[in-house]
């Protein structure tokens, strides 16, 4: 464990005891705010070893270590003022023969959805383990991002699709709708 952490893990503990402390002690108008800035420092570090482990998984997941980085350029699109997907330089032509990518259209669409999903799932866990408020945030975005992948979609399918598969999707759309 580096040095970094380790000062983390020990003022985490010293912020629980003295938060445990003043919490047994009953809340006064005096001790509140000693209390807020002891939670605040609690969520602080919190969300930067959050942070840690996430940059640590997009590192070994895409061999990158910064979120950044080059990140575009793996089966992402960047989205246009509207949130609309727009073609960047370097995805190729989507099923086009010659291309250099070898996948079909809607392939990427569905690498989004699942990229999007596992961050939501990320965030969500570790909120729910942590309570980290940038876990919660991410969770958000990443659920945003899913849906609008999942809405993309549907549209483009819709867009493509014969009569009898219209109705098979306004269907869902409307169980969707019931929820």
Do not use: W
Not at 120 to 149: F, I, P, V
């Amino acid at each position: 464990m580096e040095d970094s952490e380790k000062m983390q893990d020990e003022v985490i503990k010293q912020v629980e005891k003295s938060i445990k402390e003043i919490t047994d002690s009953g809340l006064t108008p005096s001790n509140l705010d000693n209390l807020g800035k002891l939670v605040d420092i609690h969520k602080d570090i919190e969300h930067e070893k959050y942070m840690k482990i996430k940059e640590d998984d997009i590192m070994r997941y895409y061999g990158r270590g910064n979120y950044g980085e080059g990140y575009e350029t793996y089966g992402r699109r960047s989205r246009d003022s509207r949130g609309r997907y727009t073609e960047g330089g370097s995805y190729g032509r989507r099923g086009v023969a010659g291309s250099g990518r070898g996948r079909y259209r809607g392939e990427e669409m569905i690498d989004e959805m699942y990229g999007a999903f596992q961050d939501y799932h990320d965030g969500r866990e570790e909120y729910n383990r942590s309570g980290n408020y940038g876990a919660k945030e991410d969770s958000t975005k990443g659920l945003e991002d899913m849906m609008m992948s999942i809405t993309e979609c549907v549209t483009m399918i819709f867009q493509e699709a014969e009569p009898e598969e219209k109705e098979i999707i306004r269907k869902h759309i409307r169980k969707m709708g019931e929820l």
